[in-house]
C-alpha cells in the first residue's frame, strides 16, 4: 500500500524558517517524481514544486522562488521541502503527492502537515 | 491567481447530473495538456477522480466522467449522491509557467 507521511509544520514567526519531510512507503520511491502542493485555510490548491526522481529537473511556483528548496533522499525514501524567509501567506496545508511522471497527475498524496506563519 | 478558472459551486439534487467546467488558455489546456481532476471531502487530502482528460482510476464510480474541448475541460456526475458533496479541482500544465503544474480555482459541490 502506497503511503505518504507528512511532517514538520507547526507555529513559525514571519521571517523564520521550518523543514517540511515526506515518509514514502509501498512503491520504488527512486521511481517517481514528487511534488509538493499546499492548501491555505478555506482556499483551493496550489502547486509549490516537483523535483524528478532523480534530483535532475527542479521547479518552484513563482510565489516560492528563491525561499523554498525542494530536495529528496531517495536511500531514506523521503522528499523534503525547506523553507525560509517564511510570511503569512506561505500559512497552510503542506501536503507531498506522488507524480504520474508519463501524464503528470498525482496519485497519491500524503495528508497534509499544516504550517502556520504567525509572530 | 490560478490560470483555470472553474465556477465556485455548483448544486443538485440526489439523481440529478450536474458538470463543472474548467476554463484555460492556449498556453495549458488549449496547447493539448492534459487535464486531470481530484475530489476533496471536508478535511481530508485530494483523491484523484479522473486523469488524462476522461480516464477513471480502478475504483472510481463511473458516474464520474470527464471530457476536454479546446481550451476548457469539463467534469459531468449524473446520479449525484449525497456523498459526493465535496471540493473538485481540475488541473493540468502551464508553458508559460516553466515546470508549472497548475489547479484550477475549484468547485463546492453540494448535494441538495
Known amino acids: 500500500e502506497v503511503q505518504l507521511v507528512e511532517s514538520g509544520g507547526g507555529l513559525v514567526k514571519p521571517g523564520g524558517s521550518l523543514r517540511l519531510s515526506c515518509a514514502a512507503s509501498?512503491?520504488?520511491?527512486?521511481?517517481?517524481?514528487m511534488n509538493w502542493v499546499r492548501q491555505a485555510p478555506g482556499k483551493g490548491l496550489e502547486w509549490v514544486s516537483s523535483?524528478?526522481?532523480?534530483?535532475?529537473?527542479?521547479y518552484y511556483a513563482d510565489s516560492v522562488k528563491g525561499r523554498f528548496t525542494i530536495s529528496r533522499d531517495n536511500a531514506k525514501n523521503s522528499l523534503y521541502l525547506q523553507m525560509n524567509s517564511l510570511r503569512a501567506e506561505d500559512t497552510a496545508v503542506y501536503y507531498c503527492?506522488?507524480?504520474?511522471?508519463?501524464?503528470?497527475?498525482?496519485?497519491?498524496w500524503g495528508q497534509g502537515t499544516l504550517v502556520t506563519v504567525s509572530s | 491567481q490560478s490560470v483555470l478558472t472553474q465556477p465556485p459551486s455548483v448544486s443538485g439534487a440526489p439523481g440529478q447530473r450536474v458538470t463543472i467546467s474548467c476554463t484555460g488558455s492556449?498556453?495549458?489546456?488549449?496547447?493539448?495538456?492534459?487535464v486531470h481532476w481530484y475530489q476533496q471531502l471536508p478535511g481530508t487530502a485530494p483523491k484523484l477522480l479522473i486523469y488524462?482528460?476522461?480516464n477513471r482510476p480502478s475504483g472510481v464510480p463511473d458516474r464520474f466522467s470527464g471530457s476536454k474541448s479546446g481550451t476548457s475541460a469539463s467534469l459531468a456526475i449524473t446520479g449525484l449522491q449525497a456523498e459526493d458533496e465535496a471540493d473538485y479541482y481540475c488541473?493540468?500544465?502551464?508553458?508559460?509557467?516553466?515546470?508549472?503544474?497548475?489547479f484550477g480555482t475549484g468547485t463546492k459541490v453540494t448535494v441538495l
Open positions: 503527492a506522488r507524480d504520474d511522471s508519463e501524464w503528470g497527475y498525482f496519485d497519491y
Open positions: 509501498g512503491f520504488t520511491f527512486s521511481s517517481y517524481s
Open positions: 523535483i524528478s526522481s532523480s534530483s535532475s529537473y527542479i
Open positions: 492556449s498556453s495549458n489546456i488549449g496547447a493539448g495538456y492534459d
Open positions: 488524462g482528460n476522461s
Open positions: 488541473q493540468s500544465y502551464d508553458s508559460s509557467l516553466s515546470g508549472s503544474s497548475v
